[in-house]
């Protein structure tokens, strides 16, 4: 139970860690070892030299977020999985379409941050499902928090909050950004971030009108469509049927 | 793991003993990806999948055996397409499960 307890106690404080587990060509079979971000093992894999060549491989496959068998000499192979840190959702606009949207993220492993500085919107009635509620306007809110496991839902529906929050997420690291509005909104959208000095580079990287074109009329299924492209975006995809 | 996790402890608090079986390889179509995992518990309990369904129940059987037995195994599914549904995987493609008890 110690790499049991160590992987469930980083998955908890959502530290990225990778597990080493033999398979074959050392005893025990199923000998196991975590491995942190920083190198830091917990556990003993009975690898002899093959350890820190291991240690460098589950670090390199951290990175990536990918699982692997992998050979090393002797006829060992052990399987590493790894554990990044989770994806994070940020919602702008605590509003009826962040209420499914933050309940289909949790099914998929995200943390969901809901964020809006009107009181009776975000109200720990409507979000007790959210991870965390953040009472605060959007750019006080995103500022410091991004990296390149955020992605950035602007639901306002209100330049004033909109806008803001879109100035810090555009610039950032964040893995995908997307905005609410129709094809006439986004474009003054548009003409307003221009003016306030965004790059083309970084208006291009704006999703908006957001969500997978799949006719979604309720707030569930324009939160269906919103969620579908993140997918899209972190699997390289365009979420267009195949061809 | 994440998928598993809450019913690993559910059952721990209880007294059960568990395992854990995980794709650690896929070959052509196979329906969940390597990592996917399924947990088992003495009681009968099971959560998770390592497959559309069609090999949950070997893996089933396999994980009380790690449990009565303490010892891991891997173990490999698949054929080619044809003679897929003899074997139960529909999907075709081969996956490799790794059956281990919790300890």
């Not at chain 1, 990044?84 to 969901?112: D, N, S």
């Not at chain 1, 999703?207 to 569930?220: D, V």
């Not at chain 2, 449990?67 to 490799?96: K, P």
Request: aromatic share 4%; glycine share 10%; charged share 20%.
């Amino acid at each position: 139970m110690v790499i049991h307890d160590a992987l469930r106690r980083a998955l908890d404080a959502e530290q990225p860690v990778a597990v080493a587990t033999v398979l074959a060509g050392a005893t025990p079979i199923g000998g196991k070892l975590l491995i942190d971000a920083a190198g830091v093992t917990t556990g003993s894999l009975a690898a002899g030299a093959a350890t820190a060549q291991i240690v460098a491989d589950a670090l390199a496959l951290l990175q990536r977020g990918a699982n692997e068998v992998r050979r090393y000499e002797g006829g060992l192979e052990v399987f590493i999985e790894t554990y990044p840190a989770p994806a994070t959702l940020l919602v702008v606009g605590a509003v009826h379409i962040a209420i499914p949207l933050v309940a289909f993220a949790r099914t998929l492993q995200f943390r969901t941050v809901v964020i809006d500085a009107r009181g009776a919107f975000a109200t720990p009635e409507r979000f007790a499902h959210a991870d965390e509620l953040v009472h605060a306007w959007p750019d006080e809110a995103l500022a410091g928090r991004l990296t390149a496991n955020s992605h950035v839902v602007v639901l306002t529906h209100d330049p004033k909050l909109d806008d803001p929050a879109l100035l810090v997420a555009l610039p950032s690291a964040a893995r995908y950004v997307g905005a609410l509005g129709s094809p006439r909104t986004h474009a003054r959208r548009l003409e307003r971030l221009r003016a306030a000095g965004v790059s083309e580079a970084h208006l291009a990287r704006l999703h908006a009108p957001i969500g997978l074109r799949i006719g979604g009329q309720s707030p569930e299924e324009i939160a269906v469509s919103i969620i579908a492209e993140i997918i899209a975006v972190r699997n390289g995809r365009t979420g267009a049927a195949p061809s | 793991m994440n998928d598993v996790l809450p019913a690993i402890e559910r059952w721990r608090a209880r007294g059960d003993a568990i395992a854990v079986a995980t794709v650690v390889r896929t070959l052509g179509s196979a329906p969940r990806g390597v990592g996917a995992k399924m947990a088992v518990s003495s009681s009968g309990a099971m959560a998770g999948s390592v497959s559309g369904g069609c090999i949950e129940g070997a893996v089933f059987e396999a994980c009380q055996q790690a449990i009565a037995t303490g010892e891991s195994r891997l173990l490999h599914f698949g054929v080619a397409d044809d003679e897929a549904w003899d074997v139960g995987l529909a999907c075709g493609g081969t996956i490799d499960v790794f059956v281990e008890p919790l300890r």
